[in-house]
């Protein structure tokens, strides 16, 4: 890769469990013409940045430096085409998750449910699981309930006996099936909310890798890193630089979506600097191999206990293991367990369900204490007063299941692509029945998916979970059908059969979606830079003039209230107003003249024109003030 005949992008890509096999394959036929610059995704999606990210930096280190490892080949995009081939491997993937302890009827149930088995074999499993499951309880109840028909002599003839047993079995079942979710419930819950770890017999040396395992020597391959430290994020950052390569704040960035259940939101990883999290070495153990979590445990400064507990401080920003923050991203519910981190609370604050003590302190905190308190991170008090409390980390997808919006720019210095999986229902497929890539002029595709059934459950289900579609995709739906976002993003079609929940999926069908991947890689080709650009720009025009409008229309609106003149006049005075005041007068003087600007400006434009929104793309953008995660 030491031509100069490359160029740069970044790659963003969706979640979508076992379709992430497309990606790196794309990512391959993508590194022949690119260099990648920035890479993000979530669930699925993020496995494959890692990996693409953890590539990049190590074909820097091979092209550009020298690669850590002993094994050249394992290194860099090579390395990476290894992979594709080993997870296009028919049964590898399945061979990732093994289930928790007492977690394995009820994940053969899941995996079967999520397939491409018949109806009929579907239900038939789903009967016999629940007697797998709760054997005792299910033919214990059955038993006692005969019995006690036989005690009272109904029990005199065939029929007799028929009529008898059968709703006596059919209520045992259903007094089994709820022992069944009960103790399901429980394993899930001693699981760290998940069927699976990640983790299993495999990191105690099993055969078999399991997916957390199998991930982590995937990762330290890829960038030729030293076995010693896990690959961290500011390996990523620091890789070496190609000759005349643009300048940027890191070599490679990687950014995955995880979300917060605990506070319902979603946080892009790696944390910034001033976030504090805080992790144990006993649950950390369940879900990462011991040499990671013993090298976190070394970085981590001085533990803190609470109640027994020893707890210790995730590494901040660029010192993060890559692999920690992918699996963050990865935690499909239920399935995957769910990653605690720990904050630190106060007095009066909930800790994880239990009541805190009240301090005990001879005079009241002041307020330098309480700010230095919160400039130290939560750091705990000798007074006791402080104590921790769980977060739970899920599934990014959850959230943002295809974070378009990473690493965009006003004006793109390089392409930021994106890979999008869909499954469209048989009209559509037959409309578009490969690989396609939108052109900017192409007009808005809503997406549809029908619900009508001419089974009634089965159109209630698709009506519920249409709901839930929705409900998690719908910002990033209406993004990616953006002009400046559409013509970026590859739409990759795919089959009921092929990935998703499909863990087990057969040789011939993980042919055709690694070929899908190498297709979306190739149809980058037609991705046009220049039509690209210019429709950002002309996006950021329209945007600008109408936001800028409603500014001066806000801003300067007549007649005001009286009651709210004082407010009116504090962005026009000089006069800082706490606690967000401007620094120094020369701040405060021109925060003012670019107010009036903006006033200006805005009557402008709307009075005399022109009307950049008149030749637009549509539809058409807004700006709004919202907040980074």
Not at 174 to 197: D, K, P, Q, T, W
Not at 282 to 293: K, S, T
Not at 340 to 355: C, F, K, N, R, S
Not at 536 to 550: D, E, F, G
């Amino acid at each position: 890769m030491a031509g100069s005949a490359f160029k740069y992008c970044d790659l963003v890509m969706k979640g979508g469990i076992t379709s992430g096999i497309v990606y790196p394959f794309a990512a391959l036929e993508l590194s022949k013409q690119y260099r990648f610059k920035s890479i993000g995704g979530t669930s699925a999606g993020a496995i494959a940045a890692a990996a693409c990210a953890a590539a990049a930096a190590g074909e820097r280190r091979k092209v550009v430096g020298h690669a850590i490892t002993p094994k050249p080949a394992l290194v860099g995009f090579d390395g990476l085409a290894g992979v594709s081939r080993t997870l296009a491997r028919e049964g590898f993937i399945f061979s990732l998750f093994q289930p928790a302890s007492g977690a394995a009827n009820a994940y053969r149930l899941i995996v079967l449910l999520a397939g491409n088995a018949g109806l009929l074999r579907k239900c038939l499993q789903a009967v016999l699981a629940v007697i797998a499951i709760a054997p005792l309880e299910t033919f214990g109840l059955f038993a006692l309930l005969c019995l006690g028909w036989w005690a009272a002599g109904y029990f005199s003839g065939f029929w007799a006996i028929a009529l008898h047993a059968i709703p006596s079995f059919l209520g045992a079942y259903a007094v089994g099936a709820i022992f069944a979710a009960l103790r399901v419930a429980r394993v899930v819950r001693r699981n760290l909310l998940g069927l699976c770890s990640g983790m299993g017999p495999a990191a105690s040396g099993g055969a078999t890798p399991t997916l957390t395992d199998w991930l982590h020597q995937t990762l330290q391959n890829l960038s030729g890193q030293a076995g010693d430290e896990p690959l961290l994020f500011e390996h990523l950052w620091g890789a070496p630089r190609y000759p005349h390569e643009p300048h940027s704040d890191h070599a490679v960035s990687l950014t995955m979506i995880t979300t917060d259940v605990s506070h319902s939101e979603p946080r892009s990883l790696p944390f910034d600097q001033d976030t504090h999290f805080w992790f144990t070495k006993r649950e950390f153990d369940v879900l990462f191999p011991a040499d990671v979590v013993d090298w976190m445990i070394r970085h981590s400064g001085e533990p803190r206990s609470f109640r027994g507990e020893a707890y210790h401080r995730l590494p901040a920003y660029g010192q993060l293991p890559v692999l920690v923050a992918t699996r963050m991203s990865l935690s499909f519910p239920l399935l995957i367990s769910a990653v605690p981190l720990h904050e630190i609370v106060h007095h009066g604050a909930a800790a994880d369900g239990m009541e805190l003590p009240a301090p005990r302190r001879s005079r009241p905190k002041t307020p330098l204490e309480s700010a230095d308190a919160l400039a130290a991170g939560g750091a705990e008090q000798a007074s006791g007063a402080s104590a921790f409390r769980r977060c739970w980390f899920s599934d990014g997808g959850i959230c943002s299941n295809f974070p378009i919006h990473l690493f965009d720019a006003p004006l793109p210095r390089w392409p930021t692509f994106a890979i999008d999986l869909v499954y469209p229902d048989a009209s559509a497929a037959r409309k578009n029945p490969g690989v396609f890539l939108p052109k900017p002029n192409d007009g808005w595709q809503p997406q549809y998916q029908p619900i009508a059934s001419k089974f009634p459950i089965q159109e209630i289900a698709g009506f519920i979970f249409g709901i839930i579609a929705t409900m998690q995709n719908w910002r990033d739906l209406l993004q990616s059908r953006a002009p400046g976002n559409r013509e970026r993003i590859v739409h990759v079609p795919l089959s009921p059969q092929e990935g998703g929940m499909n863990l087990n999926m057969d040789a011939a069908i993980l042919r055709q979606v690694s070929q899908k991947g190498t297709e979306a890689g190739q149809k980058f080709a037609e991705f046009s830079f220049d039509a690209h650009y210019w429709t950002r720009w002309r996006n950021l025009a329209s945007a600008m003039q109408r936001y800028t409008i409603k500014v001066a229309d806000s801003a300067d609106y007549r007649p005001k209230i009286n009651e709210y003149l004082a407010a009116y006049e504090t962005a026009r005075t000089t006069s800082p107003v706490p606690p967000y005041a401007f620094e120094g007068a020369v701040q405060r003087e021109q925060a003012r003249a670019l107010l009036e600007g903006l006033i200006a400006q805005g009557h402008g434009w709307k009075d005399k024109g022109p009307d950049f929104t008149n030749t637009a793309p549509r539809p058409l953008p807004q700006m709004q003030i919202t907040l980074t995660y």
